[in-house]
């Protein structure tokens, strides 16, 4: 677990540092916080950067910080503490509420923000992210984690998801 948690303390210290604004861990290791840990290769996170001119949005930030605290890059990926970790910036609006409202959960010493699992099932769900696995994943979710079925459902009915 140490990479694990080398790789969140790097996501609290870019926070700090304004080279993101907010982030919420995604994928298969947000869903480990709910239900069964599912194995996974590399720890997606969901990042709002901090607010720039016009509308190209840019990692460049993200990869110089990485360069300066010595974590090297793997295609697009960031590796801290062995663990390849994934930044995506928010898509849309329902990217965007789910780092808003992600929940605060503590791991070893620190807070770490994850996705809610209700925003996990939305995002499973939703347009080209709507894979045979990832429709399974939210299954999963909905069946055996503690959801809220109002959030849910005013998920599925705002962003138009089905199972």
């Known amino acids: 677990m140490a990479s694990f948690e080398t ?6 210290a870019m926070k700090e540092d ?8 995604a994928g298969g290791m947000a869903q480990g916080f709910w239900v069964e840990a599912i194995a996974t290769y590399d ?4 990042v709002a950067l901090p607010q720039a001119e016009g509308i190209i ?7 110089e910080w990485a360069k ?8 697009e990926h ?31 010493d620190m807070d770490i923000r994850v996705v809610r699992p209700e925003y996990l099932i939305a995002m ?7 894979t045979r696995q990832r429709r399974e994943r939210a299954a999963v979710l909905r069946d055996e984690g503690n959801i809220d079925a109002s959030l849910l459902g005013d998920l599925m009915a705002r962003f138009h998801l089905e199972f």
């Open 7 to 12: 790789a969140l303390r790097a996501l609290n």
């Open 18 to 25: 304004g080279v993101i604004a907010d982030y919420a861990v």
């Open 43 to 46: 720890l997606d996170v969901l």
């Open 57 to 63: 949005v840019s990692l460049v930030p993200i990869y």
């Open 68 to 75: 300066r605290h010595g974590y090297s890059t793997l295609a």
């Open 78 to 108: 960031v590796v801290i503490g062995e663990i390849p970790v994934q930044f995506l910036v928010s898509p849309g609006p329902l990217t965007d509420e789910a780092i808003e409202r992600a929940a605060t959960l503590r791991f070893g």
């Open 124 to 130: 499973y769900l939703h347009g080209s992210a709507r």
